[in-house]
Each structure stands twice: as structure tokens, then as C-alpha cells.
């Protein structure tokens, strides 16, 4: 069964503060997606990584994959209040039929 | 608004009660997901349309859970007999059809949501 892990699952940062958010998943897939999730609101999609090596970015926030890791991970550049939020990894199985998931990362920009 | 929408978007039952929740996907979207969320965690994985054919339902689709897609456009999901355990976000999603053949990316594409509260 597909693992999607998170981590931090909690991020408290300062505005114009870097992070990073790594994403680890637990069998091989050639894409992965991240979301944005508000307070009580549905996804936000963000970034659709397609390939080994796929890098993307929007702003202040920058993914990237490595799928011989398994690995995802999201950049924080200069962090500002409008970025708090919780933010999802998810990664497609059977087919696309599926996506999995992480447990989410929760961040919050103090300013 | 050409996104996917869902009703309604708040439902306070007693338990018991029976509820039904519709989605409507993006109109060119032949695939229609079901996810619940609860407080804190990630969209879990209920059920899954191929146009009208349910391909795929998961184990935490108790008997008491039903969604059907007739003639592959709205979707619905039915809670039967509902229990305090059913409160949470139920979310739909779609995503296009041609995920191999046209490079797409099959990314969904997701509703606002319909969050439950059973009392």
C-alpha cells in the first residue's frame, strides 16, 4: 500500500525566512502533485511534477522530484504571511485511478 | 464557473438520517473522484468514476456509503443511517481522460467540498 509522509508536519516561520518541505513516498510513481489548502477551504492545485527531476516554480515556492528517491520537496523563498496555509503533497497509483495523499505540512508566517 | 461544484456545502444531520451530496464535475472531465477529510488530515480516498462505471471503491466505503455517476456527468454520494464517525469534509474532485495518450497530467481538479456534521 502507498505511503505518502510529510515533513514538518508543523512549520512556524518568520516572514523573509527560507524552508523547505520534503515529501517521501513509499513506491515508485513518475509524477507528483502538490496542493494548497486553506482554512476550511478545498485544494488548491500548485505544482504537477511529471518527470525525474522536474523542477517548477511560482513565486516563492519552487518543487521539485527525484523519483529514484522517492522524494518531493517544496522551497520557500522569503516567506510572507499569504503563504500560511497547509500544504499537501499527493501521489497518483493504479493507473491515475487513485492519488494518496501526505499527511500535510502546516505552515504559518509570522510577520 | 466552469470548476467542479458541489452541494451542499454545509450539512448538519442528526444521526441516523440518511444524506446525499451532489458534484458536478468539469464538464470535459470524464473522471470523478470522492475524498473525505477530516480536521488535521490529508483527503483520504473513498471512490472513483471512469464516466458511469464506478472502477474503484475503498475499504473505508462502508455498506452504508452508495455514490453513483448516472450517464457519466453529476455524481452522488449517499450516507446511509449516519454516525457521529461520518462527520467531516467530503470533497470531489475530476480529472480529464486522455492522461497517457495526450501527455496529460492527471491532475484533479477539486470542489469546494461538502463538510458534514452529524449531532
Known amino acids: 500500500e502507498l505511503k505518502v509522509e510529510q515533513n514538518p508536519l508543523f512549520l512556524s516561520m518568520q516572514e523573509g525566512k527560507n524552508y523547505t518541505i520534503y515529501c517521501n513516498y513509499s513506491?515508485?510513481?513518475?509524477?507528483l502533485y502538490w496542493y494548497r489548502q486553506d482554512p476550511g477551504k478545498s485544494l488548491e492545485s500548485l505544482f504537477v511534477?511529471?518527470?525525474?527531476?522536474a523542477v517548477k516554480q511560482e513565486g516563492r515556492l519552487m518543487a521539485s522530484l527525484d523519483t529514484k528517491a522517492r522524494l518531493s520537496t517544496l522551497h520557500i523563498t522569503a516567506a510572507v504571511h499569504d503563504l500560511s496555509a497547509t500544504y499537501f503533497c499527493?501521489?497518483?497509483?493504479?493507473?491515475?485511478?487513485?492519488?494518496?495523499f501526505g499527511t500535510g505540512t502546516k505552515l504559518q508566517v509570522i510577520p | 464557473d466552469t470548476g467542479v461544484s458541489q452541494d451542499p456545502r454545509h450539512k448538519i444531520t442528526k444521526r441516523g438520517q440518511n444524506v446525499t451530496f451532489r458534484c458536478d464535475p468539469i464538464?470535459?472531465?470524464?473522471?470523478l473522484y470522492w475524498y473525505r477529510q477530516t480536521l488535521g488530515q490529508g483527503p483520504e480516498f473513498l471512490t472513483y468514476?471512469?464516466?458511469?462505471?464506478?472502477?474503484?471503491k475503498s475499504r473505508l466505503l462502508s455498506d452504508r456509503f452508495s455514490a453513483e455517476r448516472p450517464k457519466g456527468s453529476f455524481s452522488t454520494l449517499e450516507i446511509q443511517r449516519t454516525e457521529q464517525g461520518d462527520s467531516a469534509m467530503y470533497l470531489c474532485?475530476?480529472?480529464?481522460?486522455?492522461?497517457?495518450?495526450?501527455?496529460?497530467?492527471?491532475?484533479?481538479?477539486f470542489g469546494q467540498g461538502t463538510r458534514l456534521t452529524v449531532v
Open positions: 513506491t515508485t510513481s513518475d509524477r
Open positions: 499527493a501521489v497518483p497509483s493504479g493507473g491515475y485511478q487513485k492519488v494518496t
Open positions: 511534477l511529471l518527470s525525474n527531476g
Open positions: 474532485a475530476s480529472s480529464p481522460r486522455w492522461v497517457w495518450s495526450r501527455g496529460g497530467t492527471g491532475e484533479a481538479f
Open positions: 464538464s470535459e472531465h470524464n473522471r
Open positions: 468514476f471512469q464516466n458511469e462505471a464506478q472502477l474503484e
